[in-house]
């Protein structure tokens, strides 16, 4: 069954874990997500369950698209675990290590390409990661060997909490 979002729930769920944080129930870093609920939506419409989802720190919305129940990553977040959503059921996995999905969002692509197994690799990494060289480099890779992986870049224009533009000058 595919779970559908609209923009108005995503940021009322973003909205929860802001009050539940000022409220000190969770004790540890957020990265919220936030500006581009209308193009998550429509990627997700073409992600389906046997698809890996590889993402950054900012990984609510890609949870919650994917099909984590709200309850489940509220669970998670309460455990101080907001920046590492990682699920074996959904096939997510993210990191808090900038660019540090790319190669095992690789891998897994690489895997499923070798062993004949169904469903695409989404990687989703931010405008900082995609300035990276290990960035080109696996997509480089991923194009050579025409593995079932589609990157997204996902630009806010912040390089964590700093201005892309003034950080790598674009």
């Given at each position: 069954m595919k779970i559908t979002y609209t923009s108005e729930q995503l940021i009322a769920f973003e909205d929860k874990i802001v009050q539940m944080y000022r409220e000190g129930k969770i004790k540890a870093p957020l990265h919220l997500s936030g500006g581009n609920e209308t193009e998550l939506i429509e990627i997700f419409k073409e992600v389906q369950p046997e698809d890996f989802i590889?993402?950054?720190?900012?990984?609510?919305?890609?949870?919650?698209l994917k099909g984590i129940p709200e309850q489940k990553?509220?669970?998670?977040?309460?455990d101080l675990r907001s920046i590492h959503v990682m699920d074996n059921e959904y096939n997510i996995f993210s990191s808090a290590i900038v660019g540090g999905t790319l190669s095992i969002a690789?891998?897994?692509?690489?895997?499923?390409k070798i062993n004949n197994l169904p469903g695409k690799v989404w990687c989703f990494i931010g405008d900082?990661?995609?300035?990276?060289?290990v960035f080109g480099d696996c997509v480089t890779y991923a194009n050579n060997f025409k593995l079932p992986i589609i990157f997204v870049i996902e630009n806010n224009g912040l390089s964590t909490d700093t201005k892309t533009e003034e950080v790598w000058g674009f």
């Open positions: 590889f993402t950054t720190y900012r990984s609510h919305y890609h949870s919650l990553l509220i669970d998670w977040i309460l690789l891998g897994v692509a690489m895997s499923k900082m990661t995609a300035s990276l060289g």
